[in-house]
């Protein structure tokens, strides 16, 4: 239970927060840019930070998303009306600083897709939530140096629109492409293999608490609609606010194949008459039709 009568700490306005969030952003986006081989070791202090949390508190309870609880049955009102939303901030600061913190299960529920099957949500409780925003506030800047220009969805500036946008200015130019191949990665979600995700997060990330609490949330399992719990080998549950980013770290494998075979397999002249070049490829992981379980 959350003491409401504890003495008042100090946690900064929210504009002030989020100016500090920004400039963290900012120096971590540059310091990556700057230094591609560069591999973060302190970057756990940041997503403890009280501006990040308070950031990512108001990022999270701003989407509608907010009012669809987890497993524990705690949804944004009962944080706002009865727990108190810096009582929940200082708890779970307190637990990621300690080492305490451990993601619960995420909940399972169903969306039914236009063509008669169903998409399977795993959604996180408030808390984890607001932990899994402040590790996205802080890891995005430093990946996002590192994503290709094909790679569109759940990017900052980069959404699936744009990517039909550039498919129709390619396609639209005579003499280039002729062509659209539509290829879809069954279940990707799904099937992210942890060994080589975490393997990836670690080529940039270093700092060793940083990588335990993306484990802790790959692997929280979940509560299935029958009540069951399942652990969760693979994948990364959609719903989860970290999901996306930690997938297109995922898939820049991919871009940088393409990106490989673009540079050394087509020549020179070709590119030349392309006048696209780098769109060979364009990769987008639409949003899905979710009725507000979401918070990204």
Same mark, same amino acid.
């Given at each position: 239970m ?16 989020e ?21 973060f ?9 009280r ?28 944080i ?31 969306? !039914?897709?236009?063509?008669?099957? @169903?998409?399977?949500?795993? +959604?996180?409780?408030l808390? %984890?939530? &607001?932990?899994?925003?402040? $590790?996205?506030?802080?890891l ?5 140096v ?27 130019? !005579?003499?280039h492409?002729?062509? @659209?191949?539509e290829?879809? +990665?069954?279940?990707?979600? %799904?099937? &992210?293999?942890?060994?080589? $995700?975490m393997?990836?997060v ?8 940083a ?24 994948g ?5 606010? @970290? ?26 002249a ?27």
């Amino acid at each position: 239970m959350l003491n409401n009568d504890a003495p008042p700490i100090s946690w900064p306005g929210s504009m002030a927060a989020e100016r500090r969030v920004l400039d963290h952003q900012l120096k971590l986006h540059r310091w990556a840019r700057n230094e591609p081989d560069r591999r973060f070791s302190d970057v756990f202090n940041l997503i403890c930070d009280r501006a990040t949390l308070l950031v990512a508190w108001e990022r999270v309870s701003g989407n509608q998303g907010a009012r669809t609880a987890g497993v524990d049955g705690v949804t944004r009102y009962h944080i706002e009306e009865r727990l108190g939303v810096i009582p929940l901030l200082e708890e779970l600061r307190s637990s990621l600083r300690d080492g305490s913190f451990t993601a619960l299960p995420v909940k399972q529920a169903v969306i !039914p897709k236009k063509n008669g099957r @169903v998409r399977y949500l795993g +959604i996180p409780t408030l808390r %984890d939530r &607001v932990a899994q925003m402040a $590790l996205k506030l802080i890891l995005e800047p430093i990946f996002e140096v590192d994503f290709y220009p094909s790679s569109y969805g759940y990017r900052p500036g980069r959404r699936a629109q744009d990517a039909i946008a550039e498919i129709h200015h390619c396609t639209s130019r !005579p003499s280039h492409y002729e062509w @659209v191949i539509e290829g879809d +990665i069954k279940a990707c979600f %799904d099937n &992210v293999d942890h060994h080589v $995700l975490m393997g990836l997060v670690a080529e940039r990330i270093k700092d060793r608490k940083a990588l335990r609490l993306v484990t802790s949330f790959l692997r929280a399992g979940v509560v299935e609609l029958h009540g069951g719990l399942a652990e969760t080998l693979t994948g990364t549950p959609q719903g989860g606010v @970290v999901s996306p980013l930690l997938a297109n770290i995922y898939l820049t494998v991919l871009d940088r194949h393409f990106a490989r075979i673009w540079d050394t397999e087509m020549t020179p002249a070709w590119r030349e008459a392309a006048r696209c070049p780098g769109t060979c490829l364009c990769r987008c992981r639409a949003r899905s039709p979710c009725p507000g379980w979401s918070c990204w």
